[in-house]
């Protein structure tokens, strides 16, 4: 049984720069693919980032490529999402998911198996 704590929403200017940090529980978080997703209202969750399981590989949607970066702490048990230069379309509810298939599907909410409940991210313009 995994649960997932998001933290690191808030309030920022447009250009500006978040960083979002996501600590898991349990003892085998290193056997799962970690990814992180968005939701405006409205709209459906959207892939943002994944992460494999070793933090060897990383997969972006192409509307944050460039911007946002992210990066696990195994030994932390914590994934994070550094983004940088904001834009008012970044604003949504950012949630992390964790992914236990060996083969994972990185992309595709649908296949990740835990979720936590969200933080807020808000860009101004």
């Known amino acids: 049984q995994v649960q997932l704590v998001e933290s690191g929403g808030g309030l920022v200017q447009a250009g500006g720069s978040l960083k979002l940090s996501c600590v898991a529980s349990?003892?085998?978080?290193?056997?799962?693919?970690m990814g992180w997703f968005r939701q405006a209202p409205g709209k459906e969750r959207e892939f943002v980032a994944a992460?494999?399981?070793?933090?060897?590989?990383?997969y972006y949607a192409d509307s944050v490529k460039g911007r946002f970066t992210i990066s696990r702490d195994n030994a932390k048990n914590t994934v994070y999402l550094q983004m940088h230069s904001l834009k008012p379309e970044d604003t949504a509810v950012y949630y992390c998911?964790?992914?236990?298939?060996?083969?994972?599907?990185?992309?595709?909410?649908?296949?990740?198996?835990?979720w936590g409940q969200g933080t807020q991210v808000t860009v101004s313009s």
């Open positions: 349990g003892r085998t978080f290193s056997s799962y693919a």
């Open positions: 992460i494999s399981r070793s933090g060897g590989r990383t």
């Open positions: 998911a964790a992914q236990t298939d060996p083969v994972p599907y990185y992309r595709d909410s649908r296949r990740y198996d835990y």
